[in-house]
């Protein structure tokens, strides 16, 4: 007795056993649906599923399947950490500091000033003749010491921070660490580099054991980052042409003993030719 079918039915072809594979206007039962077990093929391979049901997917809905694979397969704001995130965000220095005003530019400003009204009024260019001689008193030696100050200065070195590393070094950071860091971001008066003491030391300028002084390192710039541990880190980072990194090397116990003590001295080249000297914490969160 044939089955009753739900809807207007229509054939698509003939199957080589003498059935007939029938479809409506939506779904097309393949030739394992349970209706169909009459007009199999006793060797007719069903197509793949991705269901477990007898049933094959209508292909309006294969798009929100793979919708919602992929919405699955998608990892979680909570699974990516946002400690590896914060730690490459650089965080800027806007704490103010006279350390970090050139009193050579202060001086030769104010000293300029008072010598250009003073002899300005003198001449009765300018109004105030009898302050001229008070201006002109004050303004020459003004700009002398500003000039002064101006030659002997030495500027401060670059310091890139993370944020990581800022929220670690009051507490972690050895007080040497911090003091080292506060030096080489400031105006200096009078030395010829940063850190030119603890150098020569290290170095021993014009020894047998030692380096020409000449061949000194150069301070470029300093870096407060975070290690793979979490251990606070200060990185020197230096340029010296003329040494090698063996030189550096043989001289890393000696960083570690000057800067220390809580501190361990690290030492490598980065790509740019420039060495690095890693001051780590012995100290961890």
């Known amino acids: 007795m044939p089955m009753p079918m739900p809807m207007p039915m229509r054939a698509l072809s003939t199957a080589a056993a003498?059935?007939?594979i029938f479809c409506n206007h939506r779904h097309l039962l393949s030739l394992h649906h349970p209706y169909q077990s009459s007009l199999s093929r006793p060797h007719?391979?069903?197509r793949p599923s991705i269901f477990h049901s007898q049933s094959p997917l209508p292909r309006s809905l294969k798009p929100l399947l793979l919708l919602t694979r992929a919405a699955e397969s998608t990892p979680s704001p909570s699974?990516?950490?946002p400690s590896s995130l914060s730690d490459k965000t650089i965080v800027t220095d806007e704490e103010f500091s006279l350390a970090k005003v050139s009193f050579g530019v202060i001086g030769l400003g104010l000293g300029i000033?008072?010598?250009s009204y003073g002899f300005g009024a003198y001449f009765n260019i300018l109004p105030g003749t009898e302050w001229s001689a008070i201006m002109l008193t004050y303004g020459f030696p003004l700009t002398i010491i500003g000039m002064a100050l101006k030659y002997a200065e030495l500027k401060p070195v670059p310091c890139l921070t993370y944020s990581e590393a800022q929220k670690l070094r009051e507490t972690y950071a050895t007080p040497i660490l911090k003091q080292v860091r506060n030096?080489?971001?400031?105006?200096?008066?009078?030395?010829?580099?940063?850190?030119?003491?603890?150098?020569?030391?290290?170095?021993?300028?014009?020894?047998g054991s030692g380096i020409p002084r000449r061949s000194a390192p150069s301070l470029q710039m300093i870096r407060e980052e975070v290690t793979e541990d979490g251990r606070y880190c200060l990185v020197l980072v230096f340029e010296a042409k003329a040494l090698q990194l063996s030189d550096f090397e043989q001289r890393q116990a000696k960083f570690a003993s000057f800067f220390g003590p809580g501190i361990t001295a690290e030492v490598v080249k980065d790509e740019n030719d420039l060495y690095e000297v890693r001051l780590i914490s012995n100290s961890t969160s």
């Open 183 to 207: 030096d080489v971001i400031r105006y200096r008066y009078g030395d010829e580099q940063h850190l030119e003491e603890a150098l020569k030391r290290i170095f021993q300028y014009g020894l």
């Open 79 to 81: 699974a990516t950490s």
């Open 44 to 46: 007719a391979r069903s």
């Open 113 to 115: 000033t008072l010598l």
């Open 18 to 20: 003498g059935g007939t």
